[in-house]
């Protein structure tokens, strides 16, 4: 996934820096080497990022305690409010 997630921003950084450099009117030299590290940047960000989400996937899938999400029926229990002799 962080491999996925670096090629992808990688990728699309790399276009990006083409494109603008010829908007510019930058030279061929100048836009392929802004790219290339465009392109560097990219993919240690992209991989950065699929990391940590990764990593957050595999957290979440390890906790323990099955189901956490809460139905309605549980919801409206849980959240009810007590009165004051209940309280008591």
Excluded: H
């Excluded at 820096?17 to 290339?36: E, T």
């Amino acid at each position: 996934m962080a491999r996925l997630y670096g090629a992808c921003l990688g990728l699309l950084v790399f276009s990006a820096m083409i494109l603008c450099g010829m908007f510019a009117g930058n030279s061929v030299q100048k836009i392929v080497l802004r790219a290339l590290a465009g392109l560097a940047g990219g993919f240690v960000v992209g991989s950065v990022a699929g990391w940590i989400g990764m990593s957050v996937v595999r957290e979440n899938a390890a906790a323990p305690g099955g189901d956490r999400t809460k139905t309605p029926e549980k919801a409206g229990e849980a959240e009810a409010p007590q009165t004051a002799a209940a309280r008591k």
